[in-house]
Antibody
Framework: EVQLVESGGGLVQPGGSLRLSCAAS????????MNWVRQAPGKGLEWVSY????????YYADSVKGRFTISRDNAKNSLYLQMNSLRAEDTAVYYC???????????WGQGTLVTVSS | SYELTQPLSVSVALGQTARITCGGN??????VHWYQQKPGQAPVLVIY???NRPSGIPERFSGSNSGNTATLTISRAQAGDEADYYC??????????FGGGTKLTVL
């Protein structure tokens, strides 16, 4: 059974940092690209970042470029999102999702809540 | 940057057909994916590559894509179909893009 489990969310002050993790199981993690998607309270889905299976290709949304860093460790079946210089508008539930490129995101985690507030 | 436009809300009578649109410049040339999200839950893929259903998704869900509009069609709408629906595409200049989402109400 495919499982994606996010962790690392919490309350952080503006300007602070947080590192999210996504533990993958039930599939060959190293064969799939992965994404982070976020959803602010009461708002729609916003794509955040993409990383290819070998980490050779990485993309970021303009809203997080220069502040967030996506990475993965295929030996540990884990995906990460390092978030720096956090702002109130980064408050959201953050989801990791498996990417099938021409077929969308077929599996999502349950999400982890990040709250940026003083 | 590429943008996708969805209606904020769509209403449908129980048992009738709901259509949710997703507008984008020449979206017909792209692969469109659709997600259903119920309150407090993660999104679920209901249509991929314009018109394909993942296993476990009822045949009542279908999709089409042409010109500047993609459409998700839900036939014989049920109360359990009430949810937010999002379209998504990959664009070479923007990477992944989601539409703003449509709230489906079943009356």
């Amino acid at each position: 059974e495919v499982q994606l489990v996010e962790s690392g969310g919490g309350l952080v002050q503006p300007g602070g940092s947080l590192r999210l993790s996504c533990a993958a199981s039930g599939f060959t993690f190293s064969s799939y690209s992965m994404n982070w998607v976020r959803q602010a309270p009461g708002k729609g889905l916003e794509w955040v970042s993409y990383i290819s299976s070998s980490s050779s290709t990485i993309y970021y949304a303009d809203s997080v470029k220069g502040r967030f860093t996506i990475s993965r460790d295929n030996a540990k079946n884990s995906l990460y999102l390092q978030m720096n210089s956090l702002r109130a508008e980064d408050t959201a539930v953050y989801y990791c999702a498996r990417d099938r490129r021409s077929s969308g995101y077929d599996y999502w985690g349950q999400g982890t809540l990040v709250t940026v507030s003083s | 940057s590429y943008e996708l436009t969805q209606p904020l809300s769509v209403s449908v009578a129980l048992g009738q057909t709901a259509r949710i649109t997703c507008g984008g410049n020449n979206i017909g040339s792209k692969n469109v994916h659709w997600y259903q999200q119920k309150p407090g839950q993660a999104p679920v893929l209901v249509i991929y590559r314009d018109s394909n259903r993942p296993s476990g998704i009822p045949e009542r869900f279908s999709g089409s894509n042409s010109g500047n509009t993609a459409t998700l069609t839900i036939s014989r709408a049920q109360a359990g179909d009430e949810a937010d629906y999002y379209c998504q595409v990959w664009d070479s200049s923007t990477a992944w893009v989601f539409g703003g989402g449509t709230k489906l109400t079943v009356l």
